[in-house]
């Protein structure tokens, strides 16, 4: 099923606007909440900790090799 989500994404104008629209939806809720947390516990926003969940991690063969 997730085979066939991401080949109506490549083949549908009308699936990848859809998609598109969710996905900046969603980000847009994320940032919020994370803004709100910080104010809530007076916190300074940091980057990389607010966004940590989103980060994918470089496996270890690439890191050895400087990829």
Known sequence: MLTQAFSALRASLGARSYYDRQRAREIGYN?????????????????AIAWSHHATPVPLDQTARGV
Do not use: A, D, N, Q
């Open 31 to 47: 940032l919020v909440g994370i803004l709100h947390g910080c104010l809530k516990t007076r916190t300074l926003y940091g980057e």
